[in-house]
């Protein structure tokens, strides 16, 4: 293993590349060069400080806004609560924010269900079951009004409806 020439700290070498090169590098016990400055980034917008400060004076009437309207300016500390509360009211009057996301697990319209029809599913036939094991318990324990319920439908049976759901003819 020769003396290998390291690179030089590059900030256009990808992250990942220099973050291997360094791991590396501390596990053979290198010295690390230090890590290069950031570079200044430019401040698009002035700082806080220098902002004008936002009154309720500055705004326009809430009655005015519509939904292409700048919201944000209400949102200044300067700006009392209740007028940003009045002007985020007039936002949801005027916006639409009627769409519905299809992500959301309550979007779909459960209203509109196919009905099982003649299925009798092995849920069902469990429960049907334990109700004609209680009653026929408590007929041979002598207890009349539990066992008179009413009748006792077999899971096996097809019930009364068709198939679709449809009373038989």
Same mark, same amino acid.
């Given at each position: 293993?020769?003396?290998?020439?390291?690179?030089?700290?590059?900030?256009? @070498?990808?992250?990942?590349?220099?973050?291997?090169?360094?791991?590396?590098?501390?596990? #053979?016990?290198?010295?690390?060069?230090?890590?290069?400055?950031?570079?200044?980034?430019? !401040?698009? !917008?002035?700082?806080?400080? &220098?902002?004008?400060?936002?009154?309720?004076?500055?705004?326009?009437?809430? @009655?005015?806004?519509?939904?292409?309207?700048?919201?944000?300016?209400?949102?200044?500390?300067?700006?009392?609560?209740?007028? #940003?509360?009045?002007?985020?009211?007039?936002?949801?009057?005027?916006?639409?924010?009627?769409?519905?996301? !299809?992500?959301?697990?309550?979007?779909?319209?459960?209203?509109?269900?196919?009905?099982?029809?003649?299925?009798?599913?092995?849920?069902?036939?469990?429960?049907?079951? #334990?109700?004609?094991?209680?009653?026929?318990?408590?007929?041979?324990?002598?207890?009349? @009004?539990?066992? !008179?319920?009413?009748?006792?439908?077999?899971?096996?049976?097809?019930?009364?409806?068709?198939?679709?759901? &449809?009373?038989?003819?």
């Amino acid at each position: 293993m020769g003396d290998t020439a390291k690179p030089a700290p590059d900030t256009t @070498e990808p992250f990942l590349q220099r973050f291997h090169r360094r791991k590396l590098a501390a596990r #053979r016990g290198e010295a690390l060069p230090p890590e290069p400055a950031p570079a200044p980034v430019a !401040e698009s !917008e002035p700082p806080a400080a &220098e902002k004008p400060l936002l009154t309720d004076a500055d705004m326009p009437p809430v @009655e005015s806004l519509t939904a292409e309207s700048d919201f944000s300016g209400f949102l200044s500390a300067g700006v009392s609560e209740a007028l #940003r509360r009045a002007a985020l009211r007039r936002l949801w009057q005027v916006a639409d924010v009627a769409w519905v996301d !299809e992500l959301d697990i309550y979007a779909g319209d459960y209203t509109d269900f196919e009905p099982l029809g003649g299925l009798v599913t092995a849920e069902m036939r469990h429960r049907l079951a #334990r109700e004609a094991a209680r009653r026929a318990e408590a007929l041979l324990d002598g207890e009349e @009004e539990a066992a !008179e319920a009413g009748p006792v439908v077999d899971a096996t049976e097809t019930p009364p409806d068709g198939p679709d759901g &449809e009373a038989a003819a």
